[in-house]
Nanobody
Framework: QVQLVESGGGLVQAGGSLRLSCAAS????????MGWFRQAPGKEREFVAA????????YYADSVKGRFTISRDKVKNTVSLQMNSLKPEDTAVYYC????????????????WGQGTQVTVSS
């Protein structure tokens, strides 16, 4: 089992950057695929990015491709989401997720979730 804690959210102006981090507990963190999802007010939670257990494969939603970068540090047991060129529509609560199966872009494919961190982008 793994526990996830997100950090790094905040308020930023459009065009700015933020870096989210997700700290994972558990000795088998390196075996988990990791993902980031987000939920804006009044909307369903949506896929943002995911990374394979090796870190060799990454996947992005079309809406963030070219602006966001997901990465993982197996020594520190963290996964990060570097967000550049932020837009007001990126405003949401961002969640870190983990699972032992293959990388996916659907909520049901992830068994473990963090509590989320708020990102607000002002225009």
């Amino acid at each position: 089992q793994v526990q996830l804690v997100e950090s790094g959210g905040g308020l930023v102006q459009a065009g700015g950057s933020l870096r989210l981090s997700c700290a994972a507990s558990g000795r088998t963190f390196s075996s988990y695929v990791m993902g980031w999802f987000r939920q804006a007010p009044g909307k369903e939670r949506e896929f943002v990015a995911a990374i394979s257990w090796s870190g060799g494969s990454t996947y992005y939603a079309d809406s963030v491709k070219g602006r966001f970068t997901i990465s993982r540090d197996k020594v520190k047991n963290t996964v990060s989401l570097q967000m550049n060129s932020l837009k007001p529509e990126d405003t949401a609560v961002y969640y870190c997720a983990a699972d032992l199966k293959r990388v996916g872009s659907f909520e049901y494919e992830y068994a473990y979730w963090g509590q989320g961190t708020q990102v607000t982008v002002s225009s």
